[in-house]
């Protein structure tokens, strides 16, 4: 355990352990405790046992819905891995030309909200759609609406999860097998799909529960067709049955917890397939396979610039399908109406809050962790309560804070309908990343730098100041970037807690939506997407020069 000398080490190694257990835990814990509590409860706030599940069951129309959300996803998980594993080992192990690029368009869907992709479906294969004839006279709101706009959404995670997975290989395995004359398939088989087994657990999970707790695609072009993500929400804001929508969340929970055992799982039983005497893989020119995979990876990349590019062409009609008219009427309009305007202001707000809190906290939490700060019990609870979150689907985790901060008896009651309580949530919402990032990265560190601070009797702001800052720099200014382009384009876990002085734009785009004004939420939605791409291009540019001033290394 580090230790430093002073008042200062003694108040950080006992007291700030448990003062950022307590902020974590309010943030996570205690609001999916209110949220399981009150699917047990009636209306009048009594035990009622199951009663609450068995009336969710038998509700006409309630369990189909769990039945789509299902199924569904199932779909769309097997449709998106199949199109993401090319994709990612053209990446990671081709020679094609273009690489980066076609690494960017990917990675563009990250930067939008998952209505925009929605939205560029309308346009294309909605009723006046301009390739609707490629449905072959299937009807886009509904089933094929849901999965064609998942696919889109969910892809680049699986990508980033195999291409990752991808990369990391022995080469030796490689030179063995072209030694025994395996030719290029049975490398595949043998070699390259076994050691990637992993990152496709990994990717189905996480695109799978992606999928199965997602809002804003089913809303757009779900049609009649009801999933659990909308069901929560009409059942909360429609008929205000907080109970059966506590059930509901307790439903969108169970395969969140699934999919995070079975990656745990897997995790555990992976063996490591690399060592200090592995080869890196080198990509080898293979004319044939590098042509195949650059037109593969050429058509995914123009699929998704075509959604997003027809996503903007649709923010620009006055009045689709029946204007067509081009011009900048919808951009103005959240200009001029003052509600709109303070929602894009508000949504940076919120991502610079979130950002800022986000950062500091989870570096905090990282160092106390990287390097074993304070008692061990607390270090563990921590790195737990930490990791609960990439469990927990926003929409689940906002209902939550509407239980637990709604009540009058919790000491923080005030903070209901704040953009305070906004920010919260997102921190709370996609800690787990950051936190891992700051651990991953102060875990590298020599343990012989904090044995000389305790030599030299450096206090802990020393020592941060002029060890751990600088050196993390890098991955701050990353974490930074997650919090703040995630914060700009959730949607699902804020759904209950605005009001209209706190609404968001990717709120707004939902409320469009249900009025019926496509052009303008499509605008809202094609302006949050340009927000993110400006902050990726800063926070970019500033890692680079932070890259460049770094003149001393770590051992």
């Known amino acids: 355990m580090a230790r430093f000398a002073g008042v200062g080490g003694r108040v950080l190694g006992h007291a700030l352990p448990g003062l950022l257990l307590l902020v974590l835990a309010a943030g996570t814990v205690l609001p999916l405790a209110a949220l399981l509590g009150r699917a047990f409860l009636d209306r009048n706030g009594g035990f009622a046992g199951m009663a609450n599940f068995v009336r969710y069951a038998t509700e006409p129309g309630l369990a189909v819905a769990a039945w789509n959300s299902v199924w569904l996803s199932a779909q769309t998980t097997v449709i998106t891995i199949v199109l993401a594993y090319p994709y990612a080992y053209a990446l990671a192990r081709s020679a094609m030309p273009g690489r980066v690029a076609f690494r960017l368009a990917a990675m563009l869907p990250l930067l939008a909200p998952s209505l925009l992709p929605a939205f560029g479906m309308i346009y294309l294969f909605g009723q006046q759609g301009a390739l609707r004839s490629w449905l072959m006279g299937a009807e886009l709101y509904g089933p094929v609406g849901i999965v064609l706009a998942s696919v889109f959404h969910a892809l680049p995670h699986a990508v980033l999860l195999l291409a990752a997975g991808l990369a990391a290989g022995d080469g030796r395995l490689y030179e063995a097998a072209q030694a025994l004359r395996a030719g290029p398939w049975r490398r595949f088989m043998t070699v390259t799909l076994p050691s990637s087994r992993y990152a496709l657990v990994s990717a189905t999970s996480v695109v799978f529960v992606l999928v199965?707790?997602?809002?804003?695609?089913?809303?757009?072009?779900?049609?009649?067709?009801?999933?659990?993500?909308?069901?929560?929400?009409?059942?909360?804001?429609?008929?205000?049955?907080?109970?059966?929508?506590?059930?509901?969340?307790?439903?969108?929970?169970?395969?969140?917890?699934?999919?995070?055992?079975?990656?745990?799982?897997?995790?555990?039983?992976?063996?490591?397939?690399?060592?200090?005497?592995?080869?890196?893989?080198?990509?080898v020119r293979m004319p044939v396979r590098d042509t195949a995979l650059f037109l593969f990876c050429a058509a995914v990349a123009a699929a998704i610039l075509g959604v997003i590019?027809?996503?903007?062409?649709?923010?620009?009609?006055?009045?689709w399908p029946y204007n067509l008219t081009l011009g900048l009427h919808n951009y103005a309009r959240l200009l001029e109406d003052a509600d709109e305007f303070r929602a894009v202001a508000n949504s940076v707000v919120l991502a610079a809050g979130t950002a800022a809190v986000g950062t500091a906290?989870?570096?905090?939490?990282?160092?106390?962790?990287?390097?074993?700060?304070?008692?061990?019990?607390?270090?563990?609870?921590?790195?737990?309560?930490?990791?609960?979150?990439?469990?927990?689907?926003?929409?689940?985790?906002?209902?939550?804070?509407?239980?637990?901060?709604?009540?009058?008896?919790?000491?923080?009651?005030?903070?209901?309908?704040?953009?305070?309580?906004?920010?919260v949530c997102t921190v709370a919402h996609f800690y787990t990343v950051p936190h891992l990032m700051a651990v991953g990265g102060l875990v590298r560190l020599d343990r012989e730098i904090d044995l000389a601070a305790q030599a030299l009797r450096a206090g802990p702001a020393s020592v941060g100041r002029r060890v751990y800052l600088p050196y993390l720099a890098p991955v701050l200014v990353e974490m930074f970037g997650y919090f703040f382009v995630n914060a700009m384009t959730t949607v699902s876990a804020l759904i209950f807690l605005f009001n209209a002085q706190t609404r968001v734009a990717a709120i707004a785009v939902v409320n469009l939506v249900e009025g019926s004004r496509f052009g303008q939420a499509a605008a809202f939605a094609v302006v949050l997407m340009v927000l993110s791409l400006v902050a990726t291009g800063v926070q970019l540019a500033v890692r680079a020069a932070i890259l460049r001033r770094q003149r001393w290394r770590v051992r």
């Open 361 to 423: 906290m989870a570096a905090l939490t990282g160092w106390l962790v990287a390097r074993r700060v304070g008692a061990g019990w607390a270090q563990g609870a921590i790195q737990a309560v930490a990791m609960l979150p990439v469990a927990v689907p926003g929409l689940v985790l906002g209902l939550g804070y509407v239980f637990f901060f709604n009540n009058p008896a919790n000491p923080l009651h005030g903070l209901q309908g704040t953009m305070a309580l906004l920010v």
């Open 309 to 319: 590019g027809m996503a903007a062409w649709g923010s620009l009609v006055r009045f």
């Open 212 to 283: 199965f707790t997602d809002f804003g695609v089913p809303t757009v072009v779900g049609g009649s067709t009801n999933v659990l993500a909308t069901d929560i929400y009409k059942l909360v804001i429609g008929r205000f049955d907080f109970e059966l929508g506590a059930v509901v969340g307790v439903l969108l929970l169970a395969p969140a917890v699934l999919a995070y055992g079975i990656d745990a799982l897997a995790r555990r039983t992976q063996r490591a397939s690399l060592s200090g005497r592995s080869v890196p893989i080198a990509a």
